[in-house]
């Protein structure tokens, strides 16, 4: 108690967290029959996030927490100021129990994250009422399991190649696609080129242009 009183600790107990210096620190507790109204959000599988490049990523909550609840995520302080990712705020459904997550490498290197890395909180938000997306359901799950390994632009090639095909065939085209994620272009500025092949355009008679 002497310690919370010098250093002006306020216990929001209804709410499941402190504040410590204007920091909120979520609260966990496995006594009693008091519903948890937060909870840690941990990446759900091994993620590669391309530089200066923004990745949905599936998380999952950690701290045992109904899942028919809505509310906000928000990024955790330490994961942020120990690797540099951002992430961003979200209203979310806790349906099955996995979360949409953005994620942005802002760096000019991959960053690689792994899997039950505690990336954020989940704080529960009465009366609020948000469209349910169907975020990894169990009949899709498989399919999609390795689809957050792909840059955001590869995402809309994957959707655009996958809609007439069958579960088997949409996890061979996910699977080519991140195998060789790196020979597409991401942006107008690491457009390469070769010397192997060669054009020529014949312009007859006319004469060059200055």
Known sequence: MDFLTKNKCDLMLGKGYMMLYKERIPCFSNYGDTQ???CRISLNNNVIIPPESEMMVS???IDGIPMNLSGIVEPDKNFI???GILIAKAAVNLNNGLIPMRL??????PYKLYENTVIANFEVIDKIEI???NVRTSK???VLEGVDQLPEL???LYDESSK?????QQVKIRDLLIKHNNVFSMTSQDIGNTSIVEHTIDTGDAKPIS
């Open 36 to 38: 948890n109204t937060c």
């Open 59 to 61: 998380g999952k909550t």
């Open 81 to 83: 100021e120990k690797t």
């Open 104 to 109: 942005i490498n802002v760096s000019e290197k």
């Open 131 to 133: 469209p349910n997306r």
């Open 140 to 142: 899709t799950q498989k």
């Open 154 to 156: 590869l995402k809309n």
């Open 164 to 168: 007439e095909l069958s579960n088997e």
